[in-house]
């Protein structure tokens, strides 16, 4: 069993503390994170990740990382080129500046084969052209979700999705079965989950019952929704959370062997805005 937390941390510092508390509990082997930023100084030799895999990291501050937490595993990160048409076998074409963050884990002593694709992404929210004249001021997540799965196509190479292992988690920005949403449209985010469909990835939620869920509706999806809030408003408590924005995929097939939920009981949120998502992965 390998046992992957995903959560974006917000460049804060008490999440990197935690993750090498869960390390040194033996309670996870790979972190995949979002908004990372940089962890403490007295913790930079002691969590292992590549920082020099970006082509262009001086555009973005908030970059995805894979960290490796324990021996039990091996990471070999992929190195972010443009995206280009053929890439050498450590490469992996980015479109989307600062919106995931790729690795090959690898159960330690075992074959290549065994291992699967790791990655961790991020949805940015993107501005229309200021030639739109638009009052949309945040953007939306959406069009950072396409970048991210034509990035991720890149590892599908065969109509059968099952001879593919791939895990990906994160921060998408979009509320799963939305019927309505102030910062984005609902149609526009069906059309990034059906093309997850259509490339073969199955979404692995969190949904209830794995992750708790409030007793008052949850906004903008329907009342029988099975999200459970993964994110809260800066300056709220977490048992005050009703927006899921953290997901897991995975290549069908592979799925099967995956299991996700939400740390988002209050007495387990954690010290972000985002609580964790708890992958495991059966048999590596």
């Known amino acids: 069993m390998i046992r992957v937390v995903s959560w974006n941390i917000a460049k804060r510092w008490p999440p990197w503390r935690k993750l090498a508390e869960m390390a040194r509990r033996g309670e996870v082997d790979v972190a995949l994170l979002q908004e990372a930023g940089s962890p403490p100084g007295d913790l930079v030799h002691a969590l292992h990740y590549e920082d020099n895999v970006f082509w262009s990291r001086q555009l973005f501050d908030r970059w995805p990382l894979v960290v490796r937490l324990s021996d039990r595993v091996e990471v070999e990160s992929f190195r972010q080129v443009p995206p280009i048409s053929e890439l050498g076998e450590s490469d992996i074409a980015v479109s989307g500046i600062g919106t995931i963050a790729a690795a090959r884990v690898t159960p330690r002593g075992r074959p290549a084969d065994d291992g699967f694709i790791a990655i961790s992404m991020y949805a940015r ?7 739109t004249g638009t009052s949309w001021g945040v953007g939306a997540s959406d069009v950072s979700v396409h970048r991210i799965l034509s990035d991720i196509s890149a590892f599908i190479g065969h109509e059968d999705p099952s001879r593919h292992r791939i895990l990906a988690a994160g921060d998408l920005n979009m509320i799963y079965g939305a019927t309505g949403n102030t910062l984005a449209l609902p149609e526009r985010e069906k059309a990034a989950w059906d093309r997850m469909a259509a490339l073969g990835l199955e979404f692995l939620g969190p949904q209830a019952p794995d992750g708790w869920q409030p007793s008052g509706p949850q906004p903008d999806v329907p009342p029988d929704t099975k999200n459970v809030p993964t994110w809260v408003w800066s ?3 977490p048992e005050q959370a009703n927006r899921q924005f953290d997901y897991a995929i995975a290549s069908r097939g592979f799925h099967e062997r995956v299991k996700v939920r939400a740390l988002n009981r209050a007495d387990e949120w ?10 495991e992965v059966d048999g590596g």
């Open 235 to 237: 300056g709220h408590k």
């Open 270 to 279: 954690g010290p972000s805005d985002h609580c964790r998502l708890l992958i």
């Open 125 to 131: 929210y993107m501005k229309p052209h200021p030639s």
